[in-house]
C-alpha cells in the first residue's frame, strides 16, 4: 500500500502528489482512530487504504474509466450507519429499516465518493462508518461545510485527482 494522498487536519490541507489543496474535515475536528465513534462528527486519524469510487450517472462524466473499482450508484443505494444493524459500515439498498445514509443526495457531495478503508475489515459497531473522501459542500458564504468525519475537497479538484487514484493507493490523515 502506498501513501499517495495526505490530509493534513490541523492546516486542512489535502497533498497529492506536488500540489496541496484545501480540505474540509469533520465538525469535530480529528481523533485517534481508536476514539472513533459513530455519530461525533470526527475524521480519524490514520492510514486507510482507497478501496473504491461510487459515482453518480447524470452529474460525472468519465473520459476514461477510473483506475480503481468504481461504479455508479442508484436511486436505492444506501450505506450503513446504524451500530444495531448487521450490515454497520457497508453499503445497503434503501429502503432499510436500519440507520443509513443516501448515497444520492439532493447536494452534490456525494457525486463523487472514494470509499476509504477506515473500520471495514471487520467493521466494528459504533467505532465510524461512512468515513469517504468526497465533494465539499460550500455555505451561505461559499466556504466549504465541515462534514460528518469525511474528507472533502472542491469538485474540480476531485475531478482533476479522481483518474490519478490507482489500485493499491492509501489516504494518510494526520
Not at 465533494?135 to 472542491?154: F, M, N, Q, S
Request: glycine fraction near 10%.
Amino acid at each position: 500500500m502506498t501513501v499517495a494522498v495526505r490530509v493534513d487536519t490541523g492546516a486542512r490541507t489535502l497533498t497529492f502528489g506536488d500540489t496541496a489543496i484545501p480540505c474540509a474535515i469533520g465538525k469535530g475536528g480529528a481523533c485517534e482512530a481508536s476514539a472513533k465513534k459513530e455519530g461525533d462528527g470526527c475524521t480519524p486519524l490514520g492510514i486507510w487504504p482507497i478501496r473504491s469510487a461510487l459515482l453518480r450517472p447524470g452529474r460525472v462524466r468519465l473520459q476514461t474509466s477510473p483506475h480503481i473499482p468504481w461504479r455508479w450508484t442508484r436511486e436505492c443505494d444506501g450505506w450503513s450507519d446504524g451500530v444495531d444493524d448487521p450490515a454497520y459500515n457497508r453499503p445497503v439498498l434503501l429502503p432499510r429499516s436500519f440507520s443509513h445514509e443516501r448515497l444520492q443526495r439532493d447536494d452534490a457531495a456525494y457525486d463523487i465518493v472514494i470509499v476509504l478503508g477506515h473500520n471495514d475489515v471487520p467493521p466494528v459497531p459504533g467505532m465510524g462508518s461512512a468515513i469517504f473522501w468526497h465533494i465539499w459542500v460550500p455555505d451561505a458564504h461559499d466556504l466549504p461545510k465541515a462534514t460528518e468525519g469525511c474528507v472533502a475537497i472542491a469538485r474540480n479538484e476531485m475531478d482533476r485527482l479522481l483518474p490519478l487514484l490507482h489500485q493499491g493507493m492509501a489516504m494518510e490523515i494526520i
